[in-house]
């Protein structure tokens, strides 16, 4: 690691707290100080010292379309001369809102937000006003925002920092949520047979990316839609990370489940801090002004974050047919990568859905928190720093997602799996 990024780590924990704006960027699971980036184009990230690095964190999966990408920095340029807010309508919020209803069927409106942890907030407020009851259920390493009655055995930088939960969340906010295990039909289906009745709205990750990547078993999501309309309870699927990564549209339309809300962020900004709720109008119109629920944000729909998000989902839509491509691409990776973990005697289980996946340091399977955290986080932080020695750019921790982009080449998968046997031989 070079001097520049320890002095600007340094620094940094002068003035903030902890030396970082997000926990997970301290690399306390990895240990050293973080990279500091001082720009990136494409599939590469470049740090203070300019040493490049194939990025597969891709700031946490928005980049989808790779970094800089040239039609996107001019669309942000453009609308930055007409002016940066405006805390008014603009025309591009409506656009915005009216490709996403015609790319997701189970979205008839959406609500802007300027972050995927509101829009969390925001569906199940919405689901606790539409339904009048109080109590929620999520899935343990799910994470859905750092809201109150999110952190609740929360999964990303709450699992990576061994957190069960955050001090200040009080006793009986936490008592509002049930917590059951992924990929679990029998515990979903005692909850909803003790609380039911009680039950204002079940949030999910339909594929788990914050304990790392974790799918879906098969008729768990479907079930678990069946529950829910029977006994009226609100669904809401998180797509903050999936939305618009395998298809034009939720992993939702691959999967052909509907749920009541969804919940969007990062790609529909294109690296822009933004986020969305959506789902059917009798629902929807129960916020405000419309209806007595109450949600609002002075930069909700900021003019750059829409013209960047609609330049990246207008190229998104025109690459429809290549997404196979991408992943593909990230099936030989992770293929690859398998094959030189065991050749080294190794082991490992990479989870992969579609363009993200996790290589877990563990003989597997991994189908829920319990199963992702027998991982060996120690050989982690060990291979973490053996690949960023060789100029490859993984998450600083265990649970985790990796992502591919459109923008990595077959130069870039060649050079990862080169930098994977080097990091393994020097471990």
């Known amino acids: 690691m070079s001097k520049k990024n320890d002095r600007a780590f340094a620094n940094a924990k002068k003035f903030i707290s902890g030396g970082v704006n997000?926990?997970?960027?301290a690399w306390h699971a990895v240990s050293g100080s973080p990279i500091f980036v001082q720009k990136?184009?494409?599939?590469?990230?470049?740090?203070?010292?300019?040493?490049?690095?194939?990025?597969?964190?891709?700031?946490?999966?928005?980049?989808?379309?790779?970094?800089?990408?040239?039609?996107?920095?001019?669309a942000i340029r453009q609308s930055a001369t007409s002016g940066t807010s405006f805390g008014a309508p603009t025309e591009a919020e409506t656009e915005m809102a009216q490709l996403i209803c015609e790319a997701i069927p189970s979205i008839e409106q959406v609500r802007m937000t300027s972050s995927g942890t509101e829009a969390a907030m925001t569906a199940i407020r919405l689901a606790r006003g539409f339904t009048g009851k109080k109590i929620i259920a999520k899935f343990s390493g799910c994470y859905h925002g750092h809201a109150d009655s999110m952190l609740i055995k929360a999964g990303s930088g709450v699992t990576t920092l061994?957190?069960?939960?955050?001090?200040?969340?009080?006793?009986?906010?936490?008592?509002?949520?049930?917590?059951?295990?992924?990929?679990?039909?029998?515990?979903?289906?005692?909850?909803?047979?003790?609380?039911?009745a009680?039950?204002?709205?079940?949030?999910?990750?339909?594929?788990?990316?914050?304990?790392?990547?974790?799918?879906?078993?098969?008729?768990?999501?479907?079930?678990?839609?069946?529950?829910?309309?029977?006994?009226?309870?609100?669904?809401?699927?998180?797509?903050?990370?999936?939305?618009?990564?395998?298809?034009?549209?939720?992993?939702?339309?691959?999967?052909?489940?509907?749920?009541?809300?969804?919940?969007?962020?990062?790609?529909?900004?294109?690296g822009l801090p933004v986020g969305a709720i959506g789902g059917r109008k009798e629902i929807m119109r129960h916020l405000a002004p419309l209806g007595d629920v109450y949600q609002a944000g002075t930069l909700s729909g900021n003019p750059l974050a829409m013209n960047a998000g609609l330049t990246a989902l207008k190229l998104l839509k025109e690459k429809k047919a290549d997404f196979k491509a991408?992943?593909?691409?990230?099936?030989?990776?992770?293929?690859?990568?398998?094959n030189i973990f065991k050749e080294k005697g190794f082991c490992v289980c990479i989870n992969r859905y579609h363009s993200m996946f996790t290589i877990f340091f563990q003989e597997g399977p991994v189908f829920d928190l319990a199963t992702a955290q027998k991982s060996d986080t120690k050989m982690f932080a060990r291979f973490f720093h053996g690949m960023l020695k060789q100029g490859v750019w993984l998450a600083p921790s265990q649970f985790e997602a990796l992502f591919v982009s459109f923008a990595h080449t077959n130069k870039d998968i060649s050079c990862t799996l080169d930098a994977c046997k080097l990091a393994l031989k020097n471990i």
């Not at 997000?22 to 960027?25: A, G, I, K, N």
């Not at 955050?166 to 609380?195: M, R, W």
């Not at 991408?326 to 398998?338: G, R």
Request: charged letters at 20%; hydrophobic letters at 40%.
């Open 40 to 74: 990136a184009k494409g599939s590469k990230i470049y740090d203070l010292s300019g040493k490049e690095y194939i990025d597969y964190v891709l700031s946490w999966g928005p980049m989808i379309l790779g970094h800089a990408h040239p039609k996107i920095i001019s």
């Open 326 to 338: 991408v992943d593909e691409k990230t099936e030989y990776l992770c293929s690859e990568i398998q």
């Open 22 to 25: 997000s926990p997970v960027r």
């Open 162 to 196: 061994g957190i069960p939960g955050s001090p200040g969340i009080p006793e009986e906010t936490a008592q509002l949520t049930l917590s059951l295990p992924y990929n679990d039909l029998e515990s979903l289906q005692k909850a909803i047979e003790i609380h039911g």
């Open 198 to 270: 009680q039950l204002a709205a079940i949030i999910v990750e339909p594929v788990a990316g914050n304990m790392g990547v974790v799918p879906p078993r098969d008729g768990f999501l479907k079930t678990l839609r069946e529950l829910t309309a029977k006994e009226n309870i609100i669904l809401i699927f998180d797509e903050v990370i999936t939305g618009f990564r395998f298809t034009f549209g939720g992993v939702q339309n691959l999967l052909k489940i509907k749920p009541d809300l969804t919940c969007l962020g990062k790609i529909i900004g294109a």
